[in-house]
């Protein structure tokens, strides 16, 4: 509880700021667009004003761009450490989830010393990626705590990862903090033991040397009093793991301007994406998934069907499943939305379908770069059926 405490704090902390931006110049440009829409001439409304006309509105609404973009890297790094089950495990970037523990666990170490990195690259794992982040994360909030407050100038917290001689993925959390003395480094992974003082639980390294074990690798300290500490992590390759080759081929679609069924019963939502579709595709917004069913059954032909996972009356679950009775080839061609996959059905839904998901806030890049690959992944014909890819 106290872990979580600091946590949402830094958490709290770490939104609020770009938030802050996020609003105001966002509020900024609403007031000057309102006042062009009530000015005689809106042109030079908008190009004066004082405060860099155009110009400066085009640099608020990036800089409300970044903000949001910071925030939905938090939200992601959160999600990384609070979803799904905890046992199952997969093969995972060891490097993305140090760097999601380091943004974490950044509010902790900025005022107490300056964080650097080096990271070189390492092999796949297999791993919970929750918990392995958990154990990252322990391990930083350590080396901040062996610092005091205030003295970041002096201080260094430094993040590494390499690949050893055998192959393995190492990780390294150093401190110039307080180091640890000598006789207590045999306790220092015993459940309980602790040498911050009252209030600390003595849990942290207890759990991470814990699962760290249990996927067959190792976790060591370093330290020397008044010097620093240093925390080592290895862990064994995944078994096998390859890259998948991109396939080269592809298909031929009919018209340039494609057709999308966007449903998400958020109507704002909804309506940012069509927006940011609206360029390049033909898109037709419905909050309800059965209307989407009854445009799809009235035989409306579409390219992509863009669908939130977790929708009131029907979900996106429930309207993939009739796809599938209806036209299991245009059950392929759907790309799900979700803010959290949060419950368990929703967690084993997106474990077992092949579509490509995208997480909430979405990255507009992203949204149109899977969008266009799952587009070009099938063509329709000119009488409206669908055309299944080449095996390739």
């Known amino acids: 509880m106290a872990a979580l405490g600091t946590l949402s704090a830094g958490v709290a902390h770490e939104i609020n700021n770009p938030l802050t931006y996020v609003l105001l110049n966002l509020e900024h440009v609403l007031r000057r667009m309102r006042a062009a829409t009530a000015a005689n001439d809106p042109v030079q409304e908008l190009a004066g004003g004082g405060d860099g006309g155009l110009d ?21 790094d959160l999600l990384t450490f609070a ?11 060891v490097r993305g989830i140090l760097e999601s523990a380091t943004q974490l666990a950044w509010h902790e170490i900025r005022h107490r010393a300056r964080l650097t ?12 990626e929750a918990r392995l982040g958990q154990v990252f994360l322990n391990l930083l909030i350590n080396a901040a705590h062996a610092i005091p407050d205030g003295q970041a100038d002096r201080h260094e917290v430094h993040v590494s ?11 390294e959390v150093s401190d110039t903090g307080s180091g640890i003395a000598q006789e207590l480094l045999p306790c220092i992974f015993e459940p309980f ?27 060591t300290v370093a330290s020397c009093a008044a010097r620093g500490t240093t925390f080592r992590v290895v862990l064994h390759p995944a078994e096998g793991f390859r890259a998948a080759p991109a396939s080269s081929q592809r298909v031929p679609f009919a018209p340039s301007r494609k057709r999308v069924l966007l449903i998400d019963d958020e109507h704002l939502v909804g309506a940012a994406v069509a927006r940011a579709l609206s360029a390049d595709h033909a898109v037709d917004f419905v909050t309800d998934a059965q209307e989407a069913l009854a445009r799809i059954g009235a035989g409306e032909p579409y390219d992509v069907i863009l669908c939130d996972l977790l929708m009131p009356v ?7 499943a009739e796809v599938m009775r209806l036209d299991p080839c245009l059950a392929r061609r759907f790309v799900f939305m979700t803010g959290g996959a949060f419950t368990p059905r929703g967690r084993a839904f997106l474990e077992t379908v092949a579509n490509p998901c995208l997480e909430k806030p979405i990255d507009i890049g992203r949204l149109r770069r899977v969008v266009s690959r799952v587009r070009d992944s099938y063509g329709i014909a000119d009488s409206g059926h669908y055309l299944r890819p080449s095996s390739g």
Request: aromatic share 4%; glycine share 16%.
């Open 117 to 128: 990195r080096s990271f070189a690259d390492v092999p796949m794992v297999e791993a919970n």
């Open 83 to 93: 979803g799904g089950n905890v046992e199952r495990r997969g093969v995972v970037d």
């Open 193 to 219: 033991f602790t040498t911050k003082g009252p209030g600390a639980a003595g849990l942290g390294l207890a759990i991470s040397y814990g699962y760290v074990k249990s996927m067959g690798g190792d976790i």
């Open 56 to 76: 400066g509105m085009s640099r608020a609404l990036e800089h409300a761009v970044e903000g949001a973009n910071r925030i939905r890297r938090v939200v992601c």
């Open 314 to 320: 029907m979900t996106g679950m429930d309207l993939h």
């Open 161 to 171: 990862t390499r690949t050893d001689q055998g192959g393995n993925a190492v990780v």
